[in-house]
């Protein structure tokens, strides 16, 4: 199972909006609305932020906002703030009832 | 109370095994199905693989079927991963997770695994 494919980086300025794509297949992203994002800082454990391609956990940032068109999902950052810098990962199930993770995608805030 | 604690991280030489344990607090384990992901050091995310609620299903990353198993012991409330025939490429931060509203909604904190001679 080939990892799903995000940008390495990406960086804005606060107060911007950057957008994280995690393009895979029709056997995973493009198959279900099982795709998830999670944030994770420097030594620490995975947070969950997005769930079935749109919904956001209890406690997450409206800031934070999730899609999908076709195979590709994208996870959208609005007002970008310090604190948002950090490493992001996009997950979905897949049609050999596994479960597939992104390249990760570095955020900079500049 | 920390809902997911893993243990039994450390040195082991290549061809060794291991077993993990993560130990669920707050809820009970067998409610949900539970996930492994790895992380070697530097890398990606990677899902090793997981059971479900009653135990009768199981899946694995390629990479280590035949290889690895999961289990899980209700009455302890805990996950474990055996892992046996270690290779150097197995080295990670291994992390138990609960699934929840199709994701990985708890994560514990990880236990380092370090394959070498």
């Known amino acids: 199972q080939s990892a799903l494919t995000q940008p390495a980086s990406v960086s804005g300025s606060p107060g911007q909006s950057i957008t994280i794509s995690c393009t895979g297949t029709?056997?995973?992203?493009?198959?279900?609305?099982?795709v998830s994002w999670y944030q994770q800082h420097p030594g620490k454990a995975p947070k969950f932020m997005i769930y079935g391609v749109n919904n956001r956990p209890s406690g997450v940032s409206d800031r934070f906002s999730g899609s999908k068109s076709g195979n590709t999902a994208s996870l959208t950052i609005s007002g970008l703030q310090a604190e948002d810098e950090a490493d992001y990962y996009c997950s979905s199930y897949t049609s050999s009832n596994n479960w597939v993770f992104g390249g990760g995608t570095k955020v900079t805030v500049l | 109370e920390v809902p997911l604690v893993e243990s039994g991280g450390g040195l082991v030489q290549p061809g060794g095994s291991l077993r993990l344990s993560c130990l669920a607090s707050?809820?009970?384990?067998?409610?949900?199905?539970m996930s492994w992901v790895r992380q070697a050091p530097g890398k990606r995310l990677e899902w090793v693989g997981n059971i479900k609620q009653d135990g009768g299903e199981k899946y694995y990353v390629d990479s280590v079927k035949g290889r690895f198993t999961i289990s899980r012991d209700i009455a302890k409330n805990s996950l474990y991963l055996q892992m046996n025939s270690l290779r150097a490429e197995d080295t990670a931060v291994y992390y138990c997770?609960?699934?929840?509203?199709?994701?990985?909604?708890?994560w514990g904190q990880g236990t380092m695994v370090t394959v070498s001679s």
């Open positions: 997770a609960r699934h929840h509203l199709t994701a990985f909604d708890i």
């Open positions: 029709s056997s995973d992203v493009g198959g279900y609305n099982y």
């Open positions: 707050g809820f009970t384990l067998s409610s949900y199905w």
